[in-house]
């Protein structure tokens, strides 16, 4: 559980506080993460859609890439984690903020937990929304009753760091979405809801979005991916007759999606846009993805992009792309 200040306690005179040296260690980071985009308040807020009580930022803050899933390989899941310690996922996320986003996403795991206190210790104030994993509170459910005891021990777990919401992690729904078993998930987005936080759920696959809509489940929100990772070797024999070696994204899998983000009216937050760096071989590409996007998207939507500053100014750069296309 996080306090409600974390510098609760009495500093001596003339010693620095815990704060003092967070900054101090987060200021010796910066020069690391590449040129900074101004001081705070140089770069106005991008444009934003309304997210329950609050405005969200059309581009939101990723986090795989601050966790090392690449979705390539382990050598770049690796480089990483070594590049993102705790000290510069704090300044990252004030780099963010500085570039006009204020939302940030992540799950909220054993790394996530100590560098989401990072982050606050340093001064942010993003917008947080947790993807919950049921496995958080019990790494062995199994069963629909272990499933439904651990989704609201979940939500327990995450309520004290206060997000502006919670959504069902993507991977999960679609494990249940496989086993016929997805109307579990509405155990969560109860006591998501009892617990005071927005409740969304997180998916791969367009027919959860079209299943929890036509069956009037309590949703705020849907996170979707562009592309349907969670497929089994037999699902790519079935559809295109191979199964590829590695994870594998079809062109035909944004525009299915889009649809069925079009069709709800409820914010949809879309990610994977950029096919897990597959779209990133040139400037031309990248903003193609984002165009793409926006145009296929409800103007109430936003997109959720990861990004690993190590080779070059990804914030900068996609933030400007997203200014324009959104202003």
């Known amino acids: 559980m996080l306090p409600d200040d974390f510098n609760a306690g009495i500093v001596q005179r003339n010693q620095p506080s815990r704060r003092d040296v967070l900054r101090a260690a987060a200021a010796l980071t910066a020069g690391m993460l590449g040129p900074r985009t101004g001081g705070a308040g140089d770069s106005p807020l ?19 890439p601050i966790f090392g899933y690449s979705h390539f390989n382990r050598i770049l899941d690796q480089l990483m984690i070594d590049y993102f310690t705790d000290d510069r996922v704090a300044e990252f996320i004030l780099q963010c903020e500085k570039a006009g986003i204020n939302t940030y996403q992540s799950n909220y795991r054993e790394r996530a937990q100590r560098q989401y206190k990072r982050i606050r210790e340093v001064g942010s104030k993003v917008n947080w929304i947790c993807l919950g994993d049921y496995t958080a509170a019990d790494p062995n459910a199994m069963t629909a009753a272990e499933i439904t005891a651990a989704m609201p021990k979940c939500v327990s777990i995450i309520a004290p760091a206060k997000p502006i919401a919670i959504a069902h992690h993507g991977s ?3 494990v249940l ?22 409740a969304g759920i997180s998916t791969h696959i367009p027919a959860v979005v079209e299943t929890a809509e036509e ?16 497929r089994l070797p037999e699902d790519y024999q079935k559809e295109i007759g191979v199964v590829p070696a590695g994870e594998t994204y079809l062109e ?41 996007a926006f145009r296929n998207i409800k103007p109430t939507d936003a997109v959720i992009v990861g990004m690993f500053p190590r080779f070059s100014d990804q914030l900068s750069e996609n933030a400007g792309i997203v200014r324009e296309l959104t202003a």
């Not at 069956?215 to 969670?230: A, E, I, L, Q, V």
């Open 46 to 64: 991008l444009p934003t859609v309304p997210f329950g009580p609050h405005r969200i930022t059309r581009l939101i803050t990723g986090s795989n």
């Open 172 to 174: 999960r729904t679609d």
């Open 177 to 198: 979405w496989r086993e016929g078993r997805l109307d579990l998930i509405k155990t969560l987005l109860n006591s998501a809801h009892d617990a005071g936080f927005m």
């Open 215 to 230: 069956k009037g489940w309590p949703t705020d929100f849907y996170m979707t991916c562009f592309y349907r990772m969670s």
């Open 252 to 292: 035909t899998d944004p525009p299915r999606m889009c649809e069925v983000i079009r069709q709800t009216k409820k914010p949809c937050l879309a990610f994977k846009i950029l096919a897990a760096g597959r779209k990133c071989d040139s400037p031309g590409q990248v903003r193609g993805a984002f165009e793409f």
